[in-house]
């Protein structure tokens, strides 16, 4: 169901640790009339202690007004210094990481920002997402603007979430070896059978009906069981996906590969599998990435049969 877009996220994103989170140093504030009464303030001073907070986001929020990029957006906003101490990058590769992540139902979205004397620094802004997440190369001492930003397609009308922001450094240069990722299945969440909005330029389901159109097609698809499928990394390298559409419209090469990178900064590159194009959404997918099972089980939930 994910495109190229997804894949983008899936190299740059790390997921937070599944881990209860830790009390917070900061909540935001009691929403009140304009975003510039209710603006937060924070401090990253320790490069071994992240800074962490909480927030919502509602549609009928102020906007930025200031922000061009997003003057009519509703959104949150927090004030981060950088205050670490003198050489903290030196001899160790690395920077601030600033992430987001929220649960809701399937299709609420927030999109995050950081601003700095007024310029965009980075910014994550992917769609069918519960978590988005940037880095600062070597950021400088200094203050920065964080926004999160309401998806106006969510579905909920107030999207709740949890960020941090800490110190990254590069995986050490010796001994030199491959920087593999290691990828673990989180427990899913949101399972539903309720009718989604439309998504993709899919047509809506029937009434009655929890499938869309295309579902039934493709896969014979009579009831939809729907959940998030959560992916960790715990692992020092990226999941880097790479694929090229042939110039030749008549080829049949559908071939994907994993770019893995070595801690000298070199990389090789293996065969990952293959993709296809989902003409009913119009993007691409990487095929036989995960696969759930649907299992019987008794009222303690051990599994039944075989």
């Not at 937070?16 to 001073?45: G, M, N, Y």
């Not at 293959?274 to 303690?300: C, D, K, M, R, T």
Request: with cysteine.
């Amino acid at each position: 169901m994910f495109g190229t877009n997804w894949r983008r996220r899936l190299k740059n994103l790390r997921p937070l640790t599944s881990a209860p989170p830790k009390r917070p140093t900061h909540v935001w504030r009691p929403r009140l009339e304009t975003l510039e009464d209710r603006v937060a303030c924070a401090v990253l001073s320790n490069p071994v202690h992240a800074v962490t907070w909480t927030g919502s986001v509602a549609r009928t929020d102020p906007s930025a007004a200031d922000v061009p990029e997003f003057a009519t957006t509703p959104c949150d906003r927090l004030d981060l210094t950088v205050n670490l101490p003198p050489g903290v990058w030196n001899q160790k590769p690395g920077g601030v990481e600033v992430a987001l992540r929220w649960t809701g139902a399937f299709g609420d979205n927030l999109r995050l920002y950081v601003y700095k004397d007024g310029a965009l620094l980075s910014k994550s802004d992917g769609i069918i997402s519960t978590a988005q997440s940037v880095l600062l190369p070597t950021a400088g001492n200094g203050d920065n603007t964080i926004y999160v930003t309401f998806d106006p397609d969510s579905v909920n009308n107030v999207v709740n979430n949890e960020a941090m922001a800490e110190v990254e450094y590069a995986p050490n240069a010796h001994p030199q070896r491959a920087l593999l990722p290691d990828l673990t299945v989180r427990p899913q969440r949101n399972v539903t059978f309720a009718s989604p909005p439309p998504i993709f330029f899919d047509l809506p389901p029937e009434p009655g009906s929890n499938v869309f159109p295309s579902e039934a097609a493709e896969d014979g698809a009579q009831h939809a069981l729907r959940f998030d499928q959560v992916f960790a990394n715990k692992g020092e390298g990226t999941l880097n996906l790479r694929f090229a559409l042939p110039h030749d419209p008549t080829s049949t090469a559908r071939d994907v590969f994993q770019r893995i990178y070595q801690s000298d900064g070199s990389y090789q590159q293996r065969f990952a599998g293959e993709w296809e194009f989902h003409p009913a959404h119009g993007h691409y997918h990487f095929n036989s990435f995960g696969l759930s099972q649907l299992w019987v089980s008794n009222a303690a939930g051990e599994r039944l049969g075989s």
